[in-house]
């Protein structure tokens, strides 16, 4: 999934500094389950900033709705009867697609994003998330282990370890585990070494971002 | 009447400790404010920061989570797991300018009774000290 986590509150203050009415928008996709901008999390968030209005003596009003998804245009249209209240400002708690939807879905809008959209990846326990995919477009972790060196290896090197890996840790943080030495270490427990040996050959980036910004067209599911 | 600020404060008490120390103080006779209202919660892992925020909305002044001693739970480690939502709620309110003593999480047992009134006296004086919520300051006004 998407893995988000809230902006610190004095930016999302600065945001919506003299408005009267706000609308705090989460998704129930991947940030409901990052904890980072479902239904609850946009509780907090609206709950914080009328108590921060309220302590000022500002009267402002800030309410609260969670969509389905805001990476759809149908649940974006949901908003439709929100947006016709008229608010000054609405924060979208959903990964950076969500206010870039809304604010194309609704253009006259003071649209914020109230995350930060961190990257793909997985719960390693409650509360802890590590980055595991890169969207190189082109997969190849089967070569590896079931490990992404393109993503886990610091350099995304294709033929690691490099110098660096010590004790199974990068070399750039010990908070950082060498992805190479777990490649290597489960081809030797295996007794596969051989399937580890070949040099891989450069990897093709055209799949990636190198190409540009990115766009799917299934003809059989387009109308 | 006296223009003393009685402060509003919303206990957040585990059924298995504080809940029943409470029950224990009332046993003893012991006196102590009355300026807490208590609610009860199965164990203080249910506590969510959202209760907290609501209650700072509705006008209390002070907050406090009473959980089982550390290692104690019920549930194994619910206080621990509250104890950080406290924390992490403390530090939120000290960003928007409330004081982060506003919210607490204390830990007794069942038996404390004693306790549990000494600890209603200390958090009402915290809160005495200092004053009504900013948010309800501006409210009245
Ligand atoms: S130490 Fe390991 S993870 Fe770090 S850059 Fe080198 S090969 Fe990649």
New interface residues.
């Given amino acids: 999934m998407i893995i988000a986590e809230r902006k ?3 930016e999302i ?1 600065s945001f919506i500094e003299g408005q009267k009415k706000v609308l705090v928008v989460g998704c129930r996709g991947c940030v409901t389950v990052c904890n980072a901008g479902g239904t ?1 999390e946009v ?2 968030l609206a ?2 900033l ?3 209005a ?4 500002h009267d402002v009003t800030v309410d609260e709705h969670t969509l389905e998804r805001q990476c759809d245009p149908e649940y974006i249209d949901e908003l439709v009867e929100f947006v016709d209240k008229k608010y000054d400002a609405i924060l979208s708690m959903a990964c950076s697609v969500g206010p870039q939807f809304l604010s194309r879905r609704y253009p006259k809008e003071n649209i914020f994003p109230a995350l930060n959209t961190n990257f793909i990846g997985g719960a390693l326990a409650h509360g802890i998330w590590a980055e595991h995919c890169q969207a190189c477009g082109n997969c190849i972790i089967h070569k590896f282990g079931g490990m992404c060196p393109v993503t886990r290896c610091s350099k995304s090197l294709m033929n690691g370890p490099c110098g660096g890996s010590a004790g199974g840790v990068c070399e750039i943080s010990k908070e950082v585990e060498c992805i190479w030495h777990l490649i290597a270490t489960k081809f030797m427990e295996e007794g596969k070494l051989e399937q580890f040996a070949p040099i891989q050959p450069i990897k093709d980036w055209s799949s990636s971002r190198d190409g540009g910004p990115r766009k799917i067209v299934r003809e059989e599911l387009v109308k | 009447m006296s223009d003393e600020f009685e402060p509003r404060i919303i206990a957040f008490c585990c059924q298995y400790c504080s809940y029943s120390a409470a029950d224990m103080a009332g046993s003893m006779r012991l006196q102590y404010p009355t300026n807490v209202e208590i609610v009860l919660i199965p164990c203080t892992g249910r506590f969510d920061v959202i209760l907290a925020l609501k209650a700072f909305e509705s006008g209390a002044d002070g907050v406090y989570v009473a959980g089982c001693l550390e290692g104690n739970c019920h549930f194994v480690d619910g206080n621990i797991r509250a104890k950080k939502r406290v924390a992490y709620l403390a530090n939120e309110l000290k960003k928007i300018g409330i004081e982060p003593e506003r919210i607490a999480m204390y830990n007794l047992s069942a038996s404390m009774g004693p306790r549990f009134a000494e600890i209603v006296t200390e958090f009402t004086d915290n809160i005495k000290a200092l004053g009504p919520s900013p948010v309800k300051k501006k409210l009245a006004a």
Avoid: H, N
């Fill in positions: 610190p509150i004095d203050k609850k509780e907090i709950s914080l009328r108590l921060d309220q302590k000022e003596g």
